[in-house]
């Protein structure tokens, strides 16, 4: 029995051998098939081997069975692979945010043409030229990519999830129509609103513009409700695109990524030594050390307290070089102008004399008269 058994085996080899070889081989064309978008055709040769399996006669009933089943899920797979794939939250975040900044970017590309014009000239029109600006963007964009610039430069695109079948299906017309109403329109009519009625003090002015402020905090506390449900399950980012039934796929298959972390190491260690230096320069008395240095680099020794050494210091401020202006003294041989060494010291209540390093013991007015014919 044994050696029947290991000669079943032994026949068998070959075919599962070849069977293997065959399925490896249908799967890389359905992947490059898949990379280059089109159908892959890896699948009839499969079922084509199955049918030779079955059409031998010394081939054993479980291989014929195992054949047919390799090519049932090579189908399934290649039907997976026709399917979109959905986009990480992250990656939809993202392209929110690079629209901003290519807004922005626009509008301060436009603006900075102005600048030799009279100031202001663009400020009445400001909401309508924001408008026709985002409506350019939006013909090269949805109209005609069916993605803003953020989502291409992702690999992302809108799909209409309106449709019943899994597979790629581009924006409607209606649905960019919609998309450029409630963006473009929704934002004009936001900025426009308190223009318009700001003027108008009849009655019903007023209650339209009490109805458009009221529908403009709805539409704020929906956005936020769809954000959070977007959180939760991953799909519809803003409330514009829950309305009109849009979703964000990739383009292409996502490959998996390799990431090298040495920019991010340099970032992060440069991000935290600058905050470190952020917390640690206010803890730093620039003044006093900078005077510390200089008493350092510039010694001056031999100097007495008596009426003559004051006398001949007394001609200029220790602190600005100039006449001194109420000349005071804080008991060194030094003289300063009033409001010099009371701003220092009110700043600084350890201040020392720049030239000798001495502390303030007491801020006295000078008794010492000097006439202004010393200076010739």
Known sequence: ARRALAGAVRSVRPQLRAAVAVTRRARRCARAGAAEGRAPKAAPSAQSFARRLEA????????????????SEMASSIGNEKSVN??????????????KALEQLVWSQFTSCFHGFKPGVLAHFEPEVKAFLCLILWKFTIYSKNATVGQAILN???????????????LSKHQKLWYLIFTVGGRWLEE?????????????????????S????LLKLCGLLNFLIFLRKGTFATLTERILGIRSVFCKPQSVRQIG?????RELLWHGFAEFLIYLLPLINVQKLKLKISSWCLPIVGLSNSENTLAAHC?????????????????CPHVFCY???????LFDMYFTCPKCGSEVHCLQPLKYKIEMTELH
């Open 315 to 331: 001609r200029e401020c220790s602190l600005c070089g100039e006449w001194p202006t109420m000349p005071h003294t804080i008991g």
């Open 192 to 212: 426009r609103c308190y223009d318009l009625f700001s003027n108008r003090q009849q009655q019903s002015f007023c209650k339209i513009k009490t109805y458009i």
């Open 86 to 99: 959905p986009v990480l939250r992250i990656s939809q975040l993202d392209a929110l945010e690079l629209n």
């Open 214 to 217: 009221f529908g403009s905090g």
């Open 339 to 345: 409001y010099c060494i009371k701003s220092n010291f």
């Open 56 to 71: 031998e006669p010394g081939a054993p009933a479980e291989s014929r069975r195992a054949a047919p089943g390799s090519g």
């Open 156 to 170: 992302i695109q809108y799909k209409n999830n309106l449709s019943q079948t899994d597979k790629y299906q581009p």
């Open 261 to 265: 972390f040495e920019y991010m190491n």
